[in-house]
């Protein structure tokens, strides 16, 4: 057992940025690609993963620090402390069964496509955290690592069937061939993807607004660069940062100009493996389209997810200092990614439709971050982790997936209100794939390529 803990733990010691450009490489040489150009594709892959990731920390150090110092300003403080993603997906893996999720993945997944029920292959291994997480939760109010192994593989089979059902939109939308996302956040758009339908009706399609169609209205303000700048400069501004706001905009706007830019190295890097790759599947399994399953920052390029963020940061910071029963205050992870990413993809990137959804998130994360706060704490109390000053407990505010989990262990308590949701959530299921199969044809006529669904 140990020996299997500490081959998983060199793997991620490895770090995104070598193992998923080595893992890449291989599945190139795999499928015939030449080893120069499978070298070349893979090294070009962890180019890309690391440039999204300096340019993510930076969107978070330009917007993140302003607001910050304003909460510390005005001596703002409830009794949960939120981490961030990072920290907080570090706390897990330290919890002492989390390894086995890796192979838990990796068996499901392997299975699934043996079975013809999957044709994805997930690489992003550094998300079996995330899956871990929602064992670990589960364990805490059952006791069992059983029970939170079983809810931690149904995740990794939604997950898949998530990336079947969006391949083609994902696709179009990033310009990047033969890919999937089997990320959890996805999994949200079970509930997103009716909203935005509803929303359709206050909101219509052909009336859509994104970034592009915004700097049709407004001409240069509807620039991703003036738009970072005017939305930082107001940030700062309001953080009281005086002249300095203007620094604070102008690196805004540096990090929405630089997103495009850094994501169209996803494209270059994965486009000869696609191509190689649904080559050798049409040889060996006619009829089958395998994609490669991949982290969510190859959407980091499209603005409409940035400027729907920065929109959401006042309004998470108001009503966590007025929600009843909430005891989080948004701090680590204000760049709120795991609901805007996804609904960019069920409200095919219009703005308004976005924002409203990320609004009416932020109680529900807020809340799932409060009642999971004393979980965190207890797992970093048991693995000897540093606990805040003044009686302040681990918390993670922005977490993947938050309202399905918070079902999920409501469930578990044999609350009927997290009964009713987590039941509501899997019926969700049936018309949510159904209208993606539509969603998919439409997608794939789009991009000229025959539509091969499950």
């Known amino acids: 057992m140990e020996l299997l803990a500490s081959f998983f733990q060199a793997i991620l010691d490895l770090g995104s940025s070598v193992f998923m450009p080595l893992v890449v490489m291989i599945i190139g040489l795999i499928v015939g690609l030449k080893p120069s150009k499978a070298f070349g594709a893979g090294l070009t892959l962890g180019v890309a993963i690391v440039g999204i990731n300096l340019v993510v920390s930076y969107m978070s150090t330009s917007i993140g620090e302003p607001v910050q110092g304003f909460v510390e300003t005005l001596g703002l403080q409830l009794s949960g402390l939120d981490m961030g993603w990072s920290p907080a997906l570090g706390l897990v893996w330290s919890w002492r069964y989390v390894f086995l999720m890796f192979v838990i993945q990796i068996a499901i997944n392997v299975v699934m496509l043996l079975l013809n029920q999957t044709d994805t292959l997930n690489v992003d291994m550094w998300n079996v955290a995330n899956q871990g997480f929602t064992a670990f939760l589960i364990y805490c109010v059952t006791g069992s690592v059983v029970a939170g192994f079983i809810a931690g593989g149904i995740q990794v089979i939604l997950e898949l069937k998530s990336s079947d059902a969006t391949k083609y939109q994902i696709q179009e939308l990033t310009g990047c061939p033969g890919i999937g996302m089997p990320h959890p956040m996805f999994l949200s758009n079970i509930i997103f993807y009716p909203i935005a339908c509803a929303l359709d009706k206050v909101f219509p399609a052909e009336t859509k607004l994104d970034c592009a169609a915004l700097q049709d209205k407004i001409g240069i303000f509807g620039e991703n660069h003036v738009i970072g700048f005017i939305l930082g400069t107001v940030i700062g501004l309001i953080a009281g940062q005086g002249e300095q706001a203007f620094a604070t905009g102008v690196m805004a706007a540096t990090a929405l100009t630089l997103f495009p830019m850094v994501s169209k190295l996803f494209m270059t890097a994965l486009t000869p493996i696609s191509e190689a790759a649904s080559a050798w599947v049409q040889k060996h399994f006619p009829g089958r389209q395998m994609v490669v399953g991949l982290d969510w920052p190859i959407l980091a390029g499209n603005s409409e997810i940035w400027v729907a963020i920065i929109l959401t940061i006042p309004v998470a910071l108001a009503v966590s200092l007025v929600l009843p029963g909430n005891t989080v205050l948004p701090f680590g992870n204000l760049m709120n990614v795991c609901v ?13 439709k976005m924002i409203v959804i990320s609004w009416l998130m932020v109680p529900i994360l807020c809340w799932s971050a409060s009642d999971f706060a004393p979980m965190l704490t207890q797992l970093a109390q048991e693995v000897g982790g540093t606990l805040p000053e003044g009686g302040l407990q681990l918390a993670w505010w922005g977490m993947d997936i938050a309202e399905v989990r918070w079902a999920a262990v409501e469930a578990c308590r044999g609350n009927i209100g997290g009964i009713a949701a987590i039941v509501g959530y899997l ?11 539509k969603e998919e044809r439409a997608a794939a006529e789009r991009m000229g390529v025959e539509y091969i669904g499950k």
């Open 340 to 352: 805007c990413a996804a609904a960019f993809v069920s409200c095919k990137g219009d703005l308004r």
């Open 427 to 437: 019926a969700l299921c049936i018309p949510y794939f159904k209208a993606q199969r």
